[in-house]
C-alpha cells in the first residue's frame, strides 16, 4: 500500500511570545490570517492542542482480530490501538521502552505479541513485557515498568478515540451533546465503504472550517441549489463541538427566487438524486444508491411532492435492508446533521450513511495537511462488519473524489496563496452561517490562550 508521509517535527515552547498572544480570534471581529500560516502557531497547536484532546484514532472494524493494529500520527506523536486477547482495544505509545524504535507502522496484525524489530524485546497484546533479550544483563525493574506505555483509548459508536493526556476526561462527558446527535442514526452498526487518504495543500483548519458552513455553497458548489435551499441550514454551536443542518426537504434555494408553484417536482426529485449519488458518491450508501437511481425519474403520482416521494422510497427502502428507522424523524432521513468532533473529525451523517472527513496537520507545513476520506455504510443488526481497501492518493489531483468535494478541494490552494498574502489584514465571519466556524476557533483558543470559552 503507498502511503503518505507523515513528516516529523514539532516544538515545545516555555512561554508565549507575546507576536503569538497576538493571533488570538476569541472576542475579535478581525481575525488574523496568520493562525492559518504561521509555524510558530502550529507548534503552538502541537504542544498544548493536541497533546490533550481526544482525536478519533480508527474504527472498530479495523481491528477486528486480536493482534490487528492501526497507528495513529499526529505530529511527532505517534501511538498504535490494537484488539487485545480478550478482545478489548487498547491503545499503546508507539516507540520501544529499550531504545525507541517504532514499533507499529500504518496497519498490520501482530501475530499473538507484540514485537520490536531492532533487538527482539516482546510484549503481550495487553502491553506486558513478555521478553527482553538477555535480561540479566541489564539492571533488574519491576516488571510494570517494562510495559508499553499506554494512552488513554475509549470507543463511541464504533470510532476508536485515542487521547495523549492521561489526565484527561472521559471520553462521554468529552463528546458532550454530540450523542444526543449521532446516537439515533447508530455509528456502531456503520462500517466503511471507501477510505482514502490525500494531502491538501491549505492549512488543516482551513480545511475543517470550509466544510463547517453552507455559506459557501452557493458559490462553490451552485448545482446543488437545484434541489436544497441552503440558506436555510441552522447552525447550532455547542460547547466544544458543533452541528449544522435542516433544509432537507427538497427545494430549489430560495436565492433562485423560484415560485413555490413554478417548481417541477419530477425534475427536483431527479437532480437531487442524481447529485447525491453522481457528485458525492458515498454519501447514500451503495446498497441504497442503486435502488434510489431507479426511481429519479419515475412519474410522480399525482399530488405526490418530490419530497414525499423521497422520504417514502428511502424509508422502504430501509425496510428492506432490514434497518430500523422508525425513530427517525423526517429530516434526519431528508438531510441529517452535520457534526465537527472538535478538533479535526467533521461531516455530513443521514439516516444510513456517514461522510466524514479526517484532518491532520502535515508535520511542521502550516501550508498543507493530511485529509482523508471515510465513508460508512448501515449494516442490518447482525449483520457483519467488513473493513474496505485503504485508498492514499499523495497528489489529491490524481482521483476523482465526486464532484462536491473535488469543487471543495479545488479552493482550497487559492485559499492558502490568499492567506499568506498578508496585506488583507483580518478575516471576516459570517455572524449565523459561519457561526460553527466562529466556534471552532473560540474553543481552539480554549486550549491555545485559555481563552474563556
Ligand atoms: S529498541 Fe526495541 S528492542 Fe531495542
Ligand atoms: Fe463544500
Not at 132 to 141: C, K, R
Not at 221 to 244: N, Q, S
Not at 315 to 326: F, I, M, N, P, Q
Request: with cysteine; hydrophobic share 40%; proline share 7%.
Amino acid at each position: 500500500m503507498a502511503t503518505v508521509e507523515h513528516p516529523v517535527g514539532s516544538a515545545t515552547r516555555t512561554s508565549l511570545p507575546t507576536d503569538l498572544a497576538a493571533l488570538v480570534a476569541f472576542g475579535r471581529d478581525l481575525i488574523p490570517r496568520e493562525r492559518f500560516t504561521s509555524v510558530d502557531f502550529l507548534a503552538l497547536e502541537y504542544e498544548r492542542l493536541w497533546p490533550r484532546v481526544w482525536q478519533v484514532a480508527c474504527r472498530v472494524e479495523e481491528i477486528p482480530e486480536p493482534g490487528d493494529f492501526v497507528e495513529y500520527v499526529i505530529g511527532d506523536r505517534s501511538a498504535f490501538v490494537v484488539r487485545t486477547g480478550a478482545g478489548e482495544v487498547r491503545a499503546f505509545h508507539n516507540t520501544c521502552i529499550h531504545r525507541g524504535t517504532a514499533l507499529a507502522s500504518g496497519c498490520g496484525r501482530f501475530r499473538g505479541e507484540i514485537r520490536c524489530p531492532f533487538h527482539g524485546w516482546r510484549w503481550d497484546l495487553d502491553g506486558n513485557s513478555t521478553f527482553v533479550l538477555d535480561a540479566h544483563e541489564f539492571p533488574a525493574e519491576p516488571a510494570a515498568d517494562l510495559r508499553l506505555r499506554d494512552v488513554r483509548c475509549e470507543t463511541y459508536g464504533g470510532f476508536v478515540f485515542v487521547n495523549f493526556d492521561p489526565d484527561a476526561p472521559s471520553l462521554v462527558g468529552w463528546l458532550e451533546e454530540i450523542p444526543g446527535y449521532f446516537d439515533p442514526y447508530r455509528p456502531e452498526r456503520m462500517c466503511f465503504t471507501s477510505h482514502k487518504t490525500t494531502v491538501l495543500p491549505a492549512n488543516w483548519k482551513v480545511v475543517v472550517d470550509a466544510f463547517n458552513e453552507g455559506y459557501h455553497i452557493a458559490t462553490t458548489h451552485p448545482e446543488i441549489l437545484r434541489w436544497k435551499d441552503e440558506a436555510a441550514l441552522e447552525y447550532t454551536p455547542l460547547r466544544t463541538h458543533t452541528r449544522y443542518g435542516g433544509a432537507g426537504w427538497p427545494m430549489p434555494s430560495r436565492r433562485l427566487g423560484i415560485p413555490t408553484d413554478e417548481v417541477d417536482e419530477q425534475e427536483l426529485l431527479a437532480f437531487k438524486i442524481d447529485d447525491l449519488i453522481d457528485n458525492l458518491p458515498g454519501y447514500i450508501g451503495p446498497a441504497e444508491a442503486e435502488a434510489l437511481r431507479a426511481v429519479a425519474r419515475t412519474p410522480l403520482p399525482d399530488g405526490t411532492t418530490a419530497g414525499d416521494f423521497y422520504l417514502k422510497r428511502r424509508r422502504d427502502g430501509a425496510v428492506a435492508r432490514g434497518l430500523d428507522w422508525s425513530h427517525l424523524d423526517d429530516d434526519q432521513v431528508l438531510g441529517g446533521d452535520d457534526l465537527l468532533l472538535f478538533p479535526n473529525f467533521i461531516g455530513p451523517v443521514i439516516a444510513g450513511a456517514f461522510f466524514g472527513y479526517r484532518v491532520r496537520p502535515n508535520g511542521m507545513d502550516p501550508h498543507s495537511c493530511i485529509f482523508e476520506l471515510w465513508t460508512l455504510e448501515e449494516r442490518a443488526e447482525g449483520q457483519p462488519h467488513t473493513m474496505c481497501e485503504r485508498e492514499v492518493y499523495p497528489d489529491w489531483r490524481t482521483h476523482d473524489w465526486g464532484l462536491v468535494v473535488q469543487q471543495d478541494f479545488e479552493n482550497f490552494e487559492g485559499i492558502q496563496r490568499g492567506l499568506r498574502n498578508a496585506a488583507g489584514g483580518g478575516l471576516r465571519w459570517n455572524r449565523r452561517q459561519e457561526s460553527c466556524v466562529r466556534r471552532f476557533h473560540e474553543v481552539l483558543d480554549r486550549y491555545l490562550f485559555d481563552a474563556p470559552t
